[in-house]
């Protein structure tokens, strides 16, 4: 059965219905018109603007906000997870940022050591940080695949992502990476896939598919080897 996210993407891709009805699910998504509005009283709302959600209009170079949308739908539907990579603008002296939360002024940006000097709004102390941990306006927005990511958990939060292509592992701070996930009740850091409750089904097809194919060739074989008896 499967036991990665890479099996749960390659028995879904095998599979023709199971494949068709989540491409369906994802085109939907897609495909449908998404309005934001901030709600300011009962029955009256505004238009919200947010410099991330222009992002979406072209979400990096290769993709549109559509095709991002498509294709994490279709790892929700396989496995249970998202991931998206979050690409910040570079922090700029004398410019506003975020710190876990929590509003900072940019001081400067030691090239050097890669790290960023900042200081609250109201302190005087300065603090240093890496640049990756420096929440700033969102520029660019990457899907990662599922199956090659490796969460990495620590006593109660996820302190860091893995990500495994070309025999080489990236690592990602959790600000760095957008994680979706379908709640499963028995896992605190991954999504629940929602093809492992039809597991034994699709595997069951599977091997039955393969038994068969044999028993076919097997039979051709025999019924070639009879044509040719005299």
């Keep these: 059965p499967p036991v990665t996210f890479s ?13 068709r009805c989540a491409a369906l699910n994802a085109q939907y998504v897609a495909q449908g018109k998404w309005t934001f509005e901030r709600r300011l009283k009962e029955g009256e709302s505004e238009p919200f603007t947010h410099p991330a959600l222009d992002v979406f209009e072209r979400v990096n170079d290769e993709m549109t906000g559509r095709d991002l949308l498509e294709l994490t739908v279709l790892h ?9 990579e979050l690409v910040r603008k570079r922090p700029t002296p004398k410019s506003e940022a975020g710190f876990l939360g929590m509003k900072v002024l940019v001081q400067e940006v030691d090239e050097e050591t890669g790290d960023c000097v900042f200081r609250l709004p109201r302190g005087l102390k300065e603090f240093r940080a890496p640049v990756a941990m420096i929440a700033t306006e969102i520029a660019e927005i990457w899907p990662l695949n599922p199956g090659r990511i490796v969460v990495v958990p620590g006593d109660k939060r996820i302190i860091a992502y893995k990500y495994t292509v070309n025999s080489k592992t990236i690592v990602f701070a959790p600000e760095q990476i957008l994680h979706i996930k379908d709640p499963d009740p028995t896992n605190d850091f991954y999504g629940l896939s929602k093809l492992r409750a039809a597991t034994r089904m699709l595997v069951g097809d599977q091997l039955q598919e393969k038994a068969d194919n044999a028993l076919l ?6 019924r070639d080897v009879d044509a040719r008896e005299p």
């Design 7 to 19: 099996d749960y993407l390659d028995l879904a891709t095998s599979q023709y219905v199971v494949s």
């Design 76 to 84: 929700l539907e396989y496995t249970g997870n998202g991931f998206w």
């Design 217 to 222: 060739r097997k039979e051709l074989t025999i």
